[in-house]
C-alpha cells in the first residue's frame, strides 16, 4: 500500500499540474505543458518521499525559473 505522504503530495502536486495545465492551453506554452505533464505523471515513479518533495518544488519552480 502506498504511504498517504504520498498519496497527499501525487494529489497536490497533480492539483498544481492541473493548474498549469490549464494555464498553458490559453498560453498557448509547450515548456509549461511539458512541466504540467511532468507533474501529472511523475509520482507515480518516485517512492521516497524527500525525491517526491524535491522533484516536485523543482518542477513547481522550473516555469519561473526558465522565464527571467
Known amino acids: 500500500m502506498e504511504n498517504p505522504t504520498q498519496f ?5 502536486f497533480g492539483i498544481i499540474g492541473l493548474g498549469y495545465f490549464s494555464y498553458a492551453k ?3 506554452s509547450v515548456m509549461l505543458l511539458l512541466v504540467a505533464v511532468s ?3 511523475f ?3 518516485v517512492s521516497n518521499v524527500i525525491l517526491l518533495l524535491i522533484i516536485g518544488a523543482v518542477l513547481v519552480l522550473l516555469p519561473f ?3 527571467n
Open 8 to 12: 497527499i503530495l501525487g494529489l497536490v
Open 65 to 67: 525559473i526558465l522565464r
Open 39 to 41: 507533474l501529472f505523471l
Open 26 to 28: 490559453r498560453q498557448k
Open 43 to 45: 509520482p507515480y515513479f
